[in-house]
Each structure stands twice: as C-alpha cells, then as structure tokens.
Nanobody, 122 residues
Framework: QAQVVESGGGLVQAGGSLRLSCAAS????????ISWFRQAPGKEREFVAG????????YYADSVKGRFTISRDDAKDTIYLQMDTLKPEDTAVYYC???????????????WGQGTQVTVSS
C-alpha cells in the first residue's frame, strides 16, 4: 500500500504554474529524502526533483532546473513541487517517493501512489 498521496495536478497553458503536493499517509517524511518523478505516455518514469531530510539540499533534473522548486513542510508531512514556466513537454503523471539519501534519483520503494496528472497545453 502506497504511503504517499499526490495532488495538485491539472490542465494549464504553457507558461503557467502549478503547485503539487505530496502528503505522507500512515508514515512520516521526517528524516527522509523525498523526490518527485514523472512518467509521460510511452516513456519510462524519470527523476524530476529531490530534497534531503532537512531541506538543506535540493536536486533537479536538467530539464526543470530554474523552473521547478521543491520544498518541504515537516510539520504537515508534505513535500511540494512548485512548477513555473510550464512547457508542453512537462505533461506527465507526477509521483513522489522516498529515495536513497545517497542518490535522490533512485526510489527505495517499488510501491507508488496514484500520482497526479499534469497537462500543459501549447
């Protein structure tokens, strides 16, 4: 059973913004590195952004660097992904998961949430 709930996706025009939320479910994110991933139709799931246990380090895929910002609120057990200047190629289902502290691009669990759909129109 997935221990995360993703939300905040939607339909937006190119150049617009969205903020995704990843809420812990039946667990806590405290002390863990958490990352966002995305999967577009016909493509493999790919790393988007990660944040370490205390928020002091963030990691981004080159394709989103400068446009997306990851943050965390441990009081709410929630990880956020602020997405600005969205492009049609950002269209995908977005997921979050716990990752290895030594490699934010690799998930520690094979169990994923339902994800949240982001669609960017041109």
């Amino acid at each position: 059973q997935a221990q995360v709930v993703e939300s905040g996706g939607g339909l937006v025009q190119a150049g617009g913004s969205l903020r995704l939320s990843c809420a812990a479910s039946g667990r806590t994110f405290s002390s863990y590195t958490i990352s966002w991933f995305r999967q577009a139709p016909g493509k493999e799931r790919e790393f988007v952004a990660g944040i370490n246990w205390d928020g002091s380090k963030t990691y981004y895929a080159d394709s989103v660097k400068g446009r997306f910002t990851i943050s965390r609120d441990d009081a709410k057990d929630t990880i956020y992904l602020q997405m600005d200047t969205l492009k049609p190629e950002d269209t995908a289902v977005y997921y979050c998961n716990e990752v290895y502290y030594s490699n934010a691009r690799v998930s520690r669990s094979d169990t994923w949430g339902q994800g949240t759909q982001v669609t960017v129109s041109s």
